[in-house]
Structure formats: structure tokens, C-alpha cells
């Protein structure tokens, strides 16, 4: 470039892709604090240089990253109109493509007396010491513990024994403080919004995030963590490590996922998720999420979402696109308990924008439901299927006791090859193998109601030779309109073994009661 001409770097503060163009923006890119900031993290002293140049000083920018401000990179801006040609990354030259370096040290993991934080403020800042829980508990910045601090502080410290701690005591003087009828305090509607501008941070080490904690929870959370400002591409909250556990929370509003369970990094097995409205705000009114409420991907293995115990079960709502729930290459989950498409009352319809729960890319051995008492979820009112699983799915994934209704789709489907929609019919011996195996479904012959508590179902079942199966039997307040089964309300079960052609007829009575009208299914 000239003589006397400045080629700086300017951090972005819109978001652009690699199909983006210098008229992406309205007569260019302006460094004015709007689309870029307007003073720059980098000048290049020598503007006539050639070959490879380094532009340095960048490392305030890299660790606002790190610590979890949204990353649009740089933009390389000259003052002169002649002023500097560089190779793209698809240019011809292989030796002239730029190259982009970064060389920084992380603070290290660091050994800690305390393994307890208490969050005691809403605000969005980083100003104490995150290196670690001790520094953070004697250098908060003066202003108390914000979760964003919490998180790096437990991310720094070295576990002793278990998980760190973080727990939650906010005043009702904190500015995030919201009680919805001001008249009448300590009615058990207040809570605490947090509403980061930013990406919260991956959490990295073992960490219990127990919002259940703070003074005033009684059932239903209290701690909202809402995501309409954070920016695009973020999910409320990102598991990347082992045997943590997100409790209690409301998450909502947030460009992504409400929470992620991530695997990519070797992470994300045996992770608790419990008592959380994913989807919610602290109100109770749905808010959704931009994608996903909950999703599991890249190999995370053998996490509990929900439970049978008291308040253990997700409320998931109201999410936009895809599903409520996806498992994604990732096995042996379980989800209990959980209100998947309807509040926590087990009635009030919040639907999700898709469907229920789905399962793809080699998802396998993971557990919907279960045989002991709360174990079943509710999935209803979703505007796909209640539970999918896509053609790239795995096998042995299993669903029991679960209440499956009011879907716009049908209650399990069991997708082939295309992928398919709508039910997939028998075929004689069950031979066809692929997704779950493409389990054959039994077919029921006849209902007698024997009393107002026993009925007796017959049917039969053409699968796999001399194999045990469970069969389940629901009550339905109406038909679902393929003309196929949804699973409202659980009657019982039976289990048969099939023959050595692989066919079982089955007579089971149960003590149940059903209602003139009900559907059997």
C-alpha cells in the first residue's frame, strides 16, 4: 500500500459467514462501534510489505473469547483505495493462502481449599478473580458472585473428592429481582432473571449448578437465565465435561439449544439434568429456544434427564425448531419424568414446534421412560411426532411407560430408509432389520371390560423367532387419526415368547378401569 497508509484489523461486531462480501453491510464495512469497533486491536507497522505479515497485540480480544464474548473475528481495513491484495483460502497457490495463528496460554487448573461458590448476583460481569473458587471467594470485584464467574472460577479449580458447588443466594435488591404481583410479597411468584449479552462459556470441569438452592424456591424455578440477548449461535448452557449436574433452572430465549450436553471434546457422559424449565420463563409462560430444548451430540453417553423423585423431571416447552429433545450419536441416556410439550400439572398444553423427542445419527440403547413408578414422561401436543426416530438412528432404544398423545404426528415412528413419514406397516417375521430394528407392532383383537376395574385385551405379535417381548396397553380419549395407537393414559403390561415362526397370542387382564368411549391401544 502507500506510503503512510494504516491496514489495521477491527474487531466485528455483526456476524457474517465465509459466503459473506465486502457489500454485505450498506456501502461496506465501517468501523464505528456498530459493525466493527472503531479502534483497532492491531495496525500493521510496515503497510508496503509483502509475503507473510503478522499483525500482533490481539490477546485482550482472544481472551474475551475465551472468557465468552461472541467471536465474528476481524475485519482488515485500509485507509487508502489502492491499498492491499492478499490470496483468499481457495487461491491457486497453496504457499500464498493466509494463515491465521494464535498462540496463547489458558491460566491453569488450580487447587482450591473451597469447592462451594454462591452466586449472589444477576449481573453479567467478569471484574473478580476467576482463577480459582478461593481467589474469586476473597476477590468477587466487590460487587458479589455473577454466574458467568461462578462458572470460570469452578471451570479453574481442581475437583477434590467430587463436583464443585454452585449455589444461589440472591437479594430480593438485586436489579434481576421480578416479583410478578408487587402487592402481595412473599406469595412465591418472585424470582431472578440473568440475562447474559453473551455466550456463558462452555463448562469444562465437573460442576452441580443447583438453582434449587436459592431462598424462595418451593417446586418451580426461581432462577432464569434468559438468552434473548446473548447473540446468534449460543445455547443457554453447554455441558462439555463429566459427571455435572444443571438443576432447577428456567432457560429460555436462547439462540440455540436451552442446554447442550456436548461430547465433541471426549466429555459429556453421566450428566444430570433434573427440575429445569427448558423452554419457560420463571413465569411459566412459554419463550422456547431457537433450536433444541435439550440435545445430546458427538458421544454423550449415559446421562439422566429427569427422575422419579419430587420435582426431578424437565418441563420442555415451546421450543422452535426441530424438536424438544434430540439424542444424537450419543447412547445409553436415560429421560424420566419428564413434561415433554405440557406443563408440569400434566395437562396444560406447551407444545413444541416439532417434534416430542427425536433420535438420530446411531443413537442407540437409550431408555424413554421406565417400569418403576413417575419413570414414564408425557409427550404430547408437539406438532411432530411425539417420539421420532430418523432412518440414521441406532437399535435397542426403549420406550416404556410413557404417555403419548395429541401429537400432529403419530405417537412412535420408526422412520426407513428416505426418511419416511407416518406408520411403517408389519412384515411377516420381522426380518427387515434398520432402525430399532423396525420393530413390528402388535395387533389387539379384542377388548372385553370386565368390571369397572378389569379389562381383558387379546392380540397377537409377528417378530423376531422364540424372542420375549413387553407389550403395553393404553387407555385413549380419542383416535389417533392414522388409525394407529398414541399411549394416553398406561393400563399395564404383558410379556409373550414368541414361537419358533416368530408369532405369540396373548389374553391379559388387567385391573384397570376404562371408560365407554375410550380407544384401547
Known amino acids: 500500500a502507500s506510503a503512510g497508509a494504516s491496514i489495521a484489523l477491527h474487531r466485528m461486531l455483526t456476524d457474517w459467514n465465509e459466503s459473506s462480501t465486502w457489500n454485505l453491510l450498506s456501502g461496506g464495512i465501517t468501523a464505528d462501534d456498530i459493525e466493527a469497533i472503531a479502534t483497532a486491536d492491531s495496525t500493521l507497522p510496515d503497510a508496503s510489505a509483502t509475503g507473510y505479515v503478522t499483525f500482533s497485540g490481539l490477546a485482550s480480544t482472544v481472551q474475551a473469547w475465551l472468557d465468552g464474548d461472541i467471536n465474528h473475528g476481524w475485519a482488515i481495513l485500509t485507509d487508502v483505495t489502492n491499498g492491499w491484495d492478499f490470496v483468499s483460502s481457495e487461491g491457486v497457490t497453496i504457499a500464498e493462502r493466509p494463515e491465521l495463528i494464535i498462540e496463547y496460554s489458558a491460566p491453569e487448573p488450580q487447587a482450591s481449599t473451597a469447592h462451594t461458590l454462591t452466586v449472589t448476583n444477576t449481573f453479567d460481569v467478569v471484574n473478580g478473580d476467576v482463577t480459582s473458587i478461593d481467589n474469586l471467594i476473597a476477590d468477587d470485584g466487590g460487587d458479589g458472585i455473577s454466574l458467568r464467574e461462578a462458572i470460570l472460577a469452578a471451570n479453574y479449580t481442581i475437583n477434590s473428592g467430587g463436583p464443585d458447588t454452585v449455589n444461589f443466594n440472591i437479594s430480593t435488591s438485586d436489579p434481576g429481582y421480578i416479583d410478578p404481583t408487587p402487592g402481595a410479597p412473599g406469595n412465591g411468584d418472585e424470582y431472578w432473571s440473568i440475562a447474559p449479552t453473551s455466550f456463558l462459556g462452555f463448562i469444562t470441569d465437573p460442576v ?42 428456567s432457560v429460555h430465549s436462547s439462540p440455540d439449544e436451552g442446554i447442550e450436553i456436548d461430547g465433541a471434546t471426549g466429555f459429556g457422559d453421566n450428566n444430570t439434568i433434573q427440575g429445569n424449565g427448558i423452554g419457560l420463563d420463571a413465569e411459566g409462560n412459554v419463550q422456547g429456544n431457537t433450536e433444541y430444548g435439550l440435545m445430546f451430540t458427538s458421544d454423550a453417553d449415559g446421562n439422566q434427564i429427569g427422575g422419579t423423585g419430587a420435582n426431578e423431571g424437565n418441563v420442555i416447552a415451546g421450543n422452535t425448531a426441530f424438536a424438544g429433545v434430540i439424542i444424537r450419536d450419543s447412547d445409553n441416556n436415560t429421560l424420566e419424568g419428564n413434561f415433554i410439550g405440557v406443563a408440569s400439572d400434566g395437562v396444560t398444553s406447551l407444545g413444541n414446534l416439532s417434534h416430542g423427542i427425536l433420535l438420530n445419527d446411531t443413537a442407540a440403547n437409550n431408555v424413554i421412560g421406565g417400569t418403576a413408578a413417575g419413570a414414564g414422561n408425557i409427550v404430547a401436543n408437539n406438532t411432530g411426532d411425539g417420539i421420532r426416530l430418523d432412518d440414521t438412528a441406532g437399535t435397542q432404544n426403549t420406550f416404556l411407560q410413557n404417555q403419548i ?112 368411549g375410550e380407544f384401547i391401544t
Open 208 to 249: 452441580i449448578l443447583d438453582a434449587t438452592t436459592q431462598p424462595g424456591y418451593g417446586g418451580n424455578p426461581v432462577i432464569e437465565i434468559d438468552g434473548s440477548a446473548m447473540g446468534s449461535g449460543t445455547a443457554g448452557l453447554v455441558l462439555r465435561t463429566n459427571d455435572s449436574t444443571i438443576k432447577g433452572f
Open 405 to 516: 398423545y395429541n401429537n400432529t404426528g403419530i405417537g412412535i415412528e420408526i422412520a426407513e430408509a428416505g426418511p419416511t413419514y407416518g406408520v411403517t406397516l408389519n412384515d411377516a417375521g420381522d426380518g427387515d432389520g434398520g432402525v430399532n430394528n423396525q420393530q413390528n407392532f402388535p395387533v389387539l383383537t379384542a377388548v372385553d371390560v370386565d368390571s369397572a376395574s378389569s379389562v381383558t385385551i387379546d392380540g397377537t405379535i409377528d417378530s423376531l423367532a422364540t424372542t420375549t417381548y413387553r407389550i403395553e396397553f393404553f387407555a385413549n380419549s380419542a383416535a389417533d387419526g392414522s388409525g394407529y395407537g398414541e399411549a394416553e393414559r398406561y393400563l399395564g403390561f404383558t410379556t409373550v415368547m414368541t414361537d419358533g415362526s416368530g408369532n405369540a397370542n396373548f389374553s391379559v387382564n388387567l385391573a384397570a378401569s376404562v371408560s365407554v
